[in-house]
């Protein structure tokens, strides 16, 4: 009986020592702030703050996020530049005509066509020429000359053969001398109805030479344009008679 006593006694000694040093853990309820703030780790450095200086810091490490976070993100990077087209080979030039001439107008003719050439805004200015003309006032149908008098004279025979009366050798001293005259109208029409009654009738060889006096009338002439102005000019020639267009030195 007196050893359990005495061990009862040794181990009550041996708790409350360890209780005293803390072995046993903290005091619990009963411990005061005091003796809490001796347990934690560098607790001179704590500070007790107001309510005022705590919503500041907080205030503060909110701002401090946002910056963060922004730091944090990667900066874009810049998209890739595609690679620039390489250059369209330029146009070629366009061709140019050296010179093209228009005409030959008369008077009244040369008015209209000029006015109408200027509507086309081309950057060639025209030149007016002079060209000699023919005034035509009537048609010779013939015979050309053939063997001088002896070939006129068997000619002749030939056409009283083939039942041709209306004729006669020319005469003088022009290139016609020893041609056969047929006939002479006015009219470009009349002149083509005998030629072809004439070949009907077996006479081979028959021509139509128009005839009147020689004048002049006027030509324009353009220097350097191209095929389109060219076609243009044309167009509008191909509207007066005795009109053409053609190249020119």
């Not at 009963?30 to 560098?42: C, D, F, Y």
């Not at 083509?192 to 004048?215: C, E, F, H, M, S």
């Not at 324009?220 to 060219?230: E, K, L, V, W």
Request: aromatic share 6%; net charge neutral.
């Amino acid at each position: 009986m007196l050893k359990f006593v005495f061990w009862a006694l040794v181990a009550a000694n041996a708790a409350l020592f360890a209780y005293r040093e803390g072995y046993l853990g903290p005091a619990g309820a009963e411990e005061h702030e005091p003796a809490r703030l001796k347990n934690q780790l560098a607790g001179e450095r704590m500070v007790l703050l107001t309510a005022a200086e705590a919503k500041a810091a907080a205030d503060s490490v909110e701002e401090e996020q946002p910056a963060q976070a922004e730091a944090d993100t990667p900066a874009p990077q810049p998209e890739p530049v595609a690679a620039a087209a390489p250059p369209a080979p330029p146009s070629p030039a366009p061709q140019l005509v050296a010179c093209v001439q228009a005409g030959p107008f008369s008077t009244a003719d040369a008015r209209r066509f000029e006015s109408r050439v200027n509507r086309l805004n081309l950057d060639a200015r025209p030149s007016r020429v002079e060209t000699p003309f023919q005034e035509v006032t009537s048609r010779l149908v013939y015979l050309p000359p053939n063997g001088g008098r002896e070939g006129a004279q068997r000619r002749a025979a030939e056409l009283k053969e083939l039942g041709v009366s209306n004729f006669f050798i020319m005469q003088g001293d022009s290139p016609l001398r020893y041609a056969i005259s047929l006939g002479v109208f006015k009219t470009q029409g009349a002149a083509q109805k005998l030629a072809a009654d004439l070949g009907r009738q077996g006479v081979r060889g028959v021509r139509i030479l128009p005839r009147g006096p020689q004048t002049t009338r006027t030509a324009f002439q353009y220097r350097r344009i191209d095929a389109a102005a060219r076609t243009r000019i044309a167009g509008i020639a191909d509207d007066f008679s005795g009109a053409a267009v053609q190249n020119c030195d």
